[in-house]
């Protein structure tokens, strides 16, 4: 039996915002967006390399303020991108962690916590 990597499904309150976060700030790609209606609640697919994220704007899909852990080969180098970008509502930093990981901590506009890390360098 093989498992495949999960989607996780993070919750999203306000489109603009999180167009705003995740396609101009973190730099994401929309895959395919769905709507029952025009007046229902969004439902899309973004992607960044390999690291697929489905965003629910559905009240009984998800949670708001859930967090990940996103393993990312080259941790100085998103963070610079991150940074040049000036984003209003977030500049984050790196921190090195006693349990011998480098993280970059951020919060989309609906409390969801993103940890981007890379382990420390022996």
Known sequence: M??????????SFDEAATRAFYIDFLGFEVDWEHRFADDLPLYMQ???GDL?????EHHGDVT???A???EVDDLDALHAELQAKQYKFARPGI????????ELSVKDPSGNRLVFYAAMEA
């Open 2 to 11: 093989k498992f495949s990597t999960p989607i996780p499904i993070l919750r």
């Open 46 to 48: 973004v992607h960044r």
């Open 52 to 56: 697929l994220l489905h965003l629910s």
């Open 64 to 66: 708001p303020g859930s």
């Open 68 to 70: 990940l852990r996103i």
């Open 95 to 102: 921190e090195t962690m006693p349990w011998g990981m480098r």
